[in-house]
């Protein structure tokens, strides 16, 4: 064994949050302790998105040793990455521990805490072991507060990183002055299907991404979107102008440059996938719902629309609240009722005209749990997935293979508030869908950054 090598202990939530975290350490060992396969025992059970998660680890684990046939796991087993898994094969080995230690810091009193018995394995593991850097990974910050104080290294759980700083997260946004004229003077302009379009040379070191917003100067200046980019050159396509005159959706109008923007993706129908992302009052929920509704009830593009969001507790049961599915869900949905009682306020008919407006809209505006999405495709749906945020990246995953032709995809969410614990603004399946998806010629985003509620919520946002 090299001088250089790493021994990483996994803490628990490591395994929780990625059940593939055994192979992602490249030619470093792994080191499991006894009270993370208990605690791992003990999460089995369930649904959730956690039991899952821990069901895979416990068969990774298994296949390993039934391919390997160990009689003795002194020498531990060699990090085999199986076949389902396209990922480079691993080359460090998977130790489990075989001894109790003996000596506890004084500081670790209580060693029934399954987090100081793990501190007790590393600190045991760091005196006896002297090839190795014994390494500490938890997502858990307590305890790695806890292992420095101890002097133990300790380190987050990295891989699971969308990126490595937010401020690093692609906004769909380009905002250029009037130079952007004289830095591309060979454009050439046409009009197509009622539409102003410019293409444009590229030039060394721009970077263009496919349906991106781009605002050229001040005031009445220029508002495009990216409508296609080549190796050679980039087409800009003027968008409609959702701020001003009798142009609006669903009767509403765009109150910035960036909910215009908004607007014209979510009425796009060659974009599939929307990401909306912003503070409260930036107007995610009421363009995408009026938008939804212009779509379903006046164009009759989709059928209907589809709301869920992330319960906190999500993948746990709804259980305890009377009545249906979509009863269950209503205590969550108060942005989208907010938001409904806003668009669908009839100009005429008093009371009836309510009613029969609200009939209308809950036969075609339906909330559904994101608990019972696995093995459901949508066709011709419009779906709107609330507080994304706080959605893993393989939930991501699980809802946006769900749609099937026709179908269009819309996350709202605000990474500066995630209520699931262990989720980052770096790891959240939002953050993840925006990045992935920058590239993708049928996706769309945009960074909504100017609160529109009203005077008092602008200044409470500012000062309190």
């Known amino acids: 064994m090299g001088k250089n090598k790493r021994l990483y202990v996994l803490d628990t939530n490591v395994l929780m949050h990625d059940p593939t975290a055994l192979f992602r350490f490249e030619e470093h060992d792994v080191f499991l302790p006894m009270m993370v396969l208990e605690e791992l025992d ?55 521990q075989t001894t109790m230690p003996e000596t506890h810091s004084s500081l670790l009193r209580d060693a029934s805490f399954a987090d100081n018995e793990i501190l007790s394995t590393v600190m045991y593991l760091r005196e006896t072991i002297e090839d190795h850097q014994v390494i500490l990974v938890s997502k858990d910050i307590n305890l790695r507060i806890k292992a420095a104080i101890l002097g133990a290294a300790a380190e987050d759980y990295f891989n699971d990183k969308a990126l490595d700083d937010l401020e690093l997260l692609y906004r769909g946004l380009r905002e250029e002055d009037e130079s952007f004229w004289e830095r591309y003077p060979d454009m050439e302009s046409w009009t197509e299907n009622g539409a102003t379009h410019y293409r444009i040379p590229r030039v060394d070191g721009d970077d263009w991404f496919p349906n991106q917003c781009v605002s050229i100067g001040q005031g009445d200046g220029v508002e495009a979107i990216v409508s296609e980019v080549t190796k050679d050159a980039v087409v800009l396509r003027l968008v409609n102008d959702y701020k001003s005159g009798n142009r609006n959706v669903w009767g509403i109008q765009a109150r910035n ?3 215009n923007f908004a607007l014209n993706l979510l009425m796009d129908p060659q974009i599939d996938f929307v990401t909306l992302l912003g503070q409260a009052g930036t107007g995610k929920t009421l363009l995408t719902l009026a938008a939804g509704l212009a779509q379903t009830l ?5 059928t209907e629309i589809i709301v869920t969001r992330a319960t906190v507790a999500l993948g746990d049961d709804i259980g305890f609240l009377p009545g249906t599915e979509e009863e269950k869900m209503t205590p969550w949905m108060g942005a989208l009722t907010d938001n409904l009682e806003v668009l669908t306020q009839p100009q005429e008919g008093g009371d009836w005209g309510r009613a029969a407006t609200n009939d209308l809209l809950s036969s075609r505006v339906k909330v559904r749990s994101l608990n019972f999405m696995r093995g459901r495709t949508f066709m011709n749906r419009y779906v709107i ?9 393989k939930q991501m995953k699980a809802l946006l293979t769900r749609a099937g032709p026709g179908t269009k995809m819309i996350c709202l969410g605000n990474v500066g508030q995630i209520d699931t614990p262990y989720l980052t603004e770096t790891t959240s399946g939002l953050t993840f869908a925006v990045d992935r998806f920058k ?4 996706g769309g ?20």
Not at 298 to 302: A, I, Q, T
């Open 42 to 96: 003990a999460a089995k059970k369930g649904l959730s998105e956690v039991s899952r998660n821990v069901r895979q680890v416990s068969r990774f684990i298994g296949e390993m040793m039934t391919r390997q046939g160990v009689d003795d796991l002194e020498e531990g087993l060699q990090l085999m990455v199986p076949d389902e898994l396209e990922m480079d094969a691993g080359r460090g080995r998977l130790f489990f």
């Open 257 to 259: 440059l960036e909910q």
């Open 298 to 302: 006046d164009e009759k593009r989709y």
């Open 385 to 393: 997935i609330d507080e994304a945020q706080n959605i893993t990246p």
């Open 439 to 442: 590239d993708w010629s049928h």
């Open 445 to 464: 985003h945009i960074t909504l950054r100017r609160g529109e509620r009203s005077r008092l919520a602008d200044f409470a946002s500012e000062v309190l």
